[in-house]
């Protein structure tokens, strides 16, 4: 199975910037669609955004639309999700995810077959 390790969560003022990371290995990151969700205490999973396996298509939350901006090196089998203007309701433990093949098929969960640990991200003054 995949694995795949999220990094840099760190706690921020509002308005603040951070930018995530998410490193794969046992497969070929190239081949995946790579989902971002979030999830906060008592709350359910939720779509942040996703991209697809050349970075061709890309799908943002309207909650995140022009605040978050995703990206993939796939030569470094890295995806990247670039945040600023952070909000205290951005608060969660961010996921990302592989897609069950390359193709990116759409927001829910379901659609993704391989997650990692998550990264913590705070947003408070």
């Known amino acids: 199975q995949a694995k795949l390790v999220e990094s840099g969560g760190d706690l921020v003022q509002p308005g603040g910037s951070l930018r995530l990371s998410c490193a794969a290995s046992g497969f070929t990151l190239d081949y995946y669609a790579i989902g971002w969700f979030r999830q906060a205490p008592g709350k359910e999973r939720e779509f942040v955004t996703a991209i697809s396996w050349n970075g061709g298509i890309t799908d943002y939350a309207d909650s995140v639309k022009g605040r978050f901006t995703i990206s993939r090196d796939n030569a470094k089998n890295t995806v990247y999700l670039q945040m600023n203007g952070l909000k205290p309701e951005d608060t969660a433990v961010y996921y990302c995810?592989?897609?069950?093949?390359?193709?990116?098929?759409?927001?829910?969960?379901?659609?993704?077959?391989?997650w990692g640990q998550g990264t913590q991200v705070t947003v408070s003054s």
């Open positions: 995810a592989a897609g069950r093949s390359s193709y990116y098929t759409g927001r829910t969960p379901d659609k993704f077959g391989s």
